[in-house]
């Protein structure tokens, strides 16, 4: 008989990342940050960015192109805006390191920028606007990363799948969270696809002369995604190419590691951007909690398309993945579970109850 997989309680699974990041040499504090943000992810049901990455993590610590002793620090700055080095430590933590900052001159000067070099893959871009939104702050995270994409009339790959994250505080309401790649669809989902066998649409791939395939196992070897949108996606991955890359002096496209194929031992240097606006400072923060409900529900309650129930804003379903979460534990995937699996055969570490 086929075993059921139960759901993971969060503490559990927060328990099993922790200790992973501590047996990688990482301290109480920095393993506690890194492992939060995974977490948080997999209850928003974003599995492609939770622990399922955390094997991957553990390679290039073990490795030392990621430095458990790292410290991100800020090199340049002025009122309101910062450049960080990451040191070459965990990208959660330097991202969270970034945020803050930018959080912080943000309610000194009404807005806060910050662009980090020397980094890493940092998860979920979607967490660290939250962090933001959290506070009475609008956020905004972005990253750039190795070629994997196409621009409209290309060959091959040209820019990264460079994701953008917006966050908004609300009142009564949860936040609005919007968490995207410029990519047509991630990177992830495409090897999960070649993984389990699942067909993909003519739509997510591109072969080598440029032309749709339908076939994932070219990824990322013979194929590459296609932009968001057509041009729309392309642009906005170049924006953030410029915020995250050209001016914090970060790798850009085909020079950045990437942090799965890449050898372990060197650093990637990815690079980051976040910016923060204190909501108070441009309006009356009561005021705009109270316009931001009545805005969405004003979405919410607009006429629905014919066999359509519910419109959902950006946020919603992680909003309820979460509550779910917190009650029934996380329905981790298949994948998820086999990589965690795997981790702790790598690390020597022992093997949960739950997995």
């Known amino acids: 008989m086929e075993r059921i ?178 990519a047509a669809v991630a990177g992830g989902k495409v090897r999960i696809a070649a993984a389990f066998g699942q067909p993909i649409p003519p739509t997510w791939l591109v072969d080598l002369q440029g032309a749709p395939t339908l076939d994932p196992h070219l990824y990322p070897h013979a194929a590459s995604l296609t932009p968001m949108a057509g041009h729309k996606g392309y642009g906005l991955a170049l924006m953030i190419e410029t915020l995250s890359g050209l001016l914090s002096g970060a790798r850009l496209t085909q020079a950045i590691g990437s942090w799965i194929d890449s050898d372990p031992a060197l650093p990637t240097d990815h690079g980051h951007a976040f910016l923060a606006l204190d909501v108070g400072a441009f309006f009356p923060l009561d005021q705009y909690r109270q316009r931001m409900d009545e805005l969405i529900r004003q979405i919410r309650s607009a006429p629905k398309a014919q066999g359509q129930e519910r419109i959902w804003l950006p946020g919603e379903k992680e909003w309820e993945a979460q509550a779910q979460a917190r009650v029934h534990g996380i329905p981790l995937p298949a994948d998820v579970r086999e990589s965690l699996s795997g981790l702790i055969g790598d690390l020597g570490l022992a093997r949960p109850d739950w997995l």
């Not at 995974?38 to 209850?43: E, P, S, Y």
């Not at 974003?46 to 399922?52: A, E, M, R, S």
């Not at 959660?92 to 945020?99: L, N």
Request: charged share 15%; proline share 5%; hydrophobic share 45%.
């Open 5 to 182: 997989s139960l759901p993971v309680p969060i503490g559990a699974l927060q328990e099993l990342a922790l200790a992973a990041f501590r047996c990688c040499g990482l301290n109480e504090a920095d393993a506690e940050a890194a492992a939060e943000v995974l977490v948080t992810t997999d209850a928003w049901g974003v599995y492609t960015h939770g622990t399922k990455s955390l094997r991957g993590y553990a390679r290039r610590l073990r490795g030392g192109g990621l430095r458990a002793d790292g410290r991100p620090q800020i090199v340049r700055q002025g009122p309101a805006w910062a450049v960080i080095d990451g040191d070459s430590s965990v990208g959660m933590v330097t991202a969270r390191f970034a945020m803050r900052t930018a959080m912080d001159k943000a309610r000194a000067c009404g807005l806060g920028f910050t662009t980090v070099r020397n980094s890493c893959h940092f998860g979920a871009a979607g967490f660290y606007a939250w962090m933001a939104a959290r506070e009475g702050m609008v956020g905004q995270a972005m990253a750039n990363d190795t070629a994997s994409v196409t621009a409209p009339g290309s060959r091959g790959p040209v820019l990264g799948s460079n994701p953008f994250a917006f966050a908004a505080p609300a009142g009564e309401e949860a936040p609005i969270l919007l968490d995207i790649s410029t």
